[in-house]
Nanobody, 116 residues
Framework: QVQLVESGGGLVQPGGSLRLSCVVSGSSLRINYMGWYRQAPGKEREWVAT???????NYEDSVRGRFTISRDNAKNTVYLQMNNLKPEDAAVYYC??????????WGQGTQVTVSS
């Protein structure tokens, strides 16, 4: 059974940094892309960043230049380094896995709170 476990969320002041991690286990399928999404209270879940199997990264406009997505294929782990956090970045952050053949899996989410 595929499991995605996120960690690294927490409370940070505006301008601060956090590093999220997502570890994938139980997958015998080939990992294609991995990504991060977020959902704030009362809002739809939105895409944040994606990284391909060869390391090509793409970002939502509001986080580009502040967030960095990376992956360690040997550890089946994807990271999201978040710098210069703003109150509007506060949300539950979810890890997403896309495999080959095409399957999609989600983690349970980790809370990020940005407040002074």
């Amino acid at each position: 059974q595929v499991q995605l476990v996120e960690s690294g969320g927490g409370l940070v002041q505006p301008g601060g940094s956090l590093r999220l991690s997502c570890v994938v286990s139980g997958s015998s399928l080939r990992i294609n892309y991995m990504g991060w999404y977020r959902q704030a209270p009362g809002k739809e879940r939105e895409w944040v960043a994606t990284i391909s199997s060869v390391g090509f990264a793409n970002y939502e406009d509001s986080v580009r230049g502040r967030f960095t997505i990376s992956r360690d294929n040997a550890k089946n782990t994807v990271y999201l380094q978040m710098n210069n956090l703003k109150p509007e970045d506060a949300a539950v952050y979810y890890c997403k896995l896309g495999t080959i053949p095409q399957m999609v899996y989600w983690g349970q989410g980790t809370q990020v709170t940005v407040s002074s």
